[in-house]
């Protein structure tokens, strides 16, 4: 029987999850936000293409956070021959309240054969633009900083041409293991802030920290000042004009190129509300302040995720959105 959201469950690995990270007792209080307006309105999935990619993904016992995290744009994102492989597992460590990301302790598992069957796939599926993210595991010594960068490495050698972009954990700020990742031939290094800084709990886990995700991204510039680094902030949790501004400032302050702003979208009643719904008019005003601080790029609108189209980002026209 298929556990259903909230509800523990026992994973083929052998330890216990719960379905959609948050458990059905911790539920925060229902804040309506309204009807969903038009413009948040994603087309089902479908197509030979999209078919095509979940085949591949199937075939070689990958996650990718683009179902587990039941990002929208899926149906887009695959039949333009892209995705965003989720290393390490579909289950997180930890149990932030706005991802629906399965949450529990692999108590070390790791997938040996994971770096070579996502070589496979970006080869399979001709990607020149790759975007590889993963669960938290602080359940190992470096998080799988070592793991991150062996899969980096083994699609630079089946595929040298491929650019990678890594969205990573913070590694529990560990300058050592962000270097690890830094230094496996990546292109982009994301780390996201996801909130602004009051609001930092409780949306996200106890263990990650506003400042500390800073830290990182200040980290993996002044490793290689080439790197590109990239983070991400959703709206409609409850922050102010000037938390957001503020939130920009303090991105630029340690040197990240591009950032992407978003609407979140409560995943299921387990968690966080909603505050409202951000109009596509004022993310791109936010797109607009975000270039006037200096970002090389900022894609911004209301179903724009931190991987969202990443293969375009510098082509600086908003990836597409006008």
Same mark, same amino acid.
């Given at each position: 029987?298929?556990?259903?959201?909230?509800?523990?469950?026992?994973?083929?690995?052998?330890?216990?999850?719960? #379905?959609?990270?948050?458990?059905?007792?911790?539920?925060?209080?229902?804040?309506p936000a309204?009807?969903k307006?038009?413009?948040? #309105?994603?087309?089902? =999935?479908?197509?030979?293409?999209f078919?095509?990619?979940?085949?591949?993904?199937?075939?070689?016992?990958?996650?990718t956070?683009?179902?587990?995290?039941?990002?929208?744009?899926?149906?887009?994102?695959?039949?333009?021959?892209?995705?965003?492989?989720?290393?390490m597992?579909?289950?997180?460590? #930890?149990?932030?309240?706005f991802?629906?990301?399965?949450?529990?302790?692999?108590?070390?598992?790791?997938?040996?054969?994971? =770096?070579?069957?996502?070589?496979r796939?970006? &080869?399979?599926? !001709?990607?020149?633009?790759v975007v590889?993210?993963?669960?938290?595991?602080?359940?190992?010594?470096?998080?799988?900083a070592?793991h991150?960068?062996?899969c980096?490495r083994?699609?630079?050698?089946?595929? =040298?041409?491929?650019?990678?972009?890594a969205?990573?954990p913070?590694?529990?700020?560990?300058? @050592?293991?962000?270097?690890?990742v830094?230094d496996?031939?990546?292109?982009?290094?994301?780390?996201?802030?996801?909130?602004?800084e009051?609001? $930092?709990?409780?949306?996200?886990?106890?263990?990650? %920290?506003?400042?500390?995700?800073?830290?990182?991204?200040?980290?993996?510039k002044? #490793?290689?000042a080439?790197?590109? $680094?990239?983070?991400s902030?959703?709206?409609?949790?409850?922050e102010?004009?000037? &938390?957001? @501004?503020?939130?920009?400032?303090?991105l630029?302050?340690?040197?990240?190129?591009?950032?992407?702003? !978003?609407?979140?979208?409560? =995943?299921?009643?387990?968690?966080?509300s909603?505050?409202?719904?951000?109009?596509?008019?004022?993310f791109?005003?936010w797109? &607009?302040?975000?270039?006037?601080? !200096?970002f090389? @790029?900022?894609?911004?609108?209301?179903?724009?995720?931190? %991987?969202?189209r990443?293969?375009?980002a510098l082509?600086?026209?908003?990836?597409g959105?006008?």
């Amino acid at each position: 029987m298929t556990a259903k959201s909230g509800q523990k469950y026992l994973t083929p690995q052998g330890f216990v999850a719960i #379905r959609d990270g948050i458990k059905s007792t911790a539920s925060a209080p229902v804040v309506p936000a309204g009807p969903k307006p038009a413009w948040l #309105r994603a087309q089902m =999935p479908s197509g030979a293409r999209f078919d095509a990619v979940r085949g591949i993904v199937k075939e070689h016992r990958l996650a990718t956070v683009c179902e587990e995290a039941k990002c929208p744009n899926i149906g887009e994102c695959w039949n333009a021959g892209t995705a965003t492989v989720m290393l390490m597992g579909a289950v997180c460590t #930890r149990a932030c309240r706005f991802c629906s990301v399965d949450t529990g302790n692999p108590h070390g598992w790791l997938d040996l054969e994971e =770096p070579a069957n996502v070589a496979r796939t970006v &080869e399979l599926m !001709g990607l020149k633009y790759v975007v590889l993210t993963s669960v938290n595991r602080d359940d190992l010594a470096d998080g799988g900083a070592a793991h991150y960068a062996a899969c980096v490495r083994a699609i630079k050698t089946r595929c =040298p041409d491929t650019a990678v972009e890594a969205l990573t954990p913070d590694f529990q700020g560990s300058h @050592e293991a962000v270097h690890c990742v830094v230094d496996s031939g990546l292109e982009v290094f994301a780390q996201n802030v996801e909130t602004v800084e009051r609001l $930092t709990h409780p949306v996200r886990d106890p263990r990650a %920290s506003y400042r500390q995700t800073l830290d990182v991204l200040d980290a993996a510039k002044r #490793r290689r000042a080439t790197l590109l $680094t990239k983070s991400s902030l959703m709206l409609g949790l409850g922050e102010t004009a000037d &938390e957001i @501004e503020q939130a920009l400032r303090d991105l630029r302050a340690v040197g990240v190129d591009i950032v992407t702003l !978003g609407q979140y979208l409560r =995943p299921t009643v387990n968690h966080l509300s909603v505050e409202r719904f951000v109009s596509p008019e004022e993310f791109q005003r936010w797109r &607009e302040t975000a270039l006037g601080l !200096g970002f090389l @790029e900022c894609v911004s609108g209301p179903l724009v995720r931190s %991987s969202y189209r990443a293969e375009r980002a510098l082509e600086r026209n908003n990836a597409g959105l006008g």
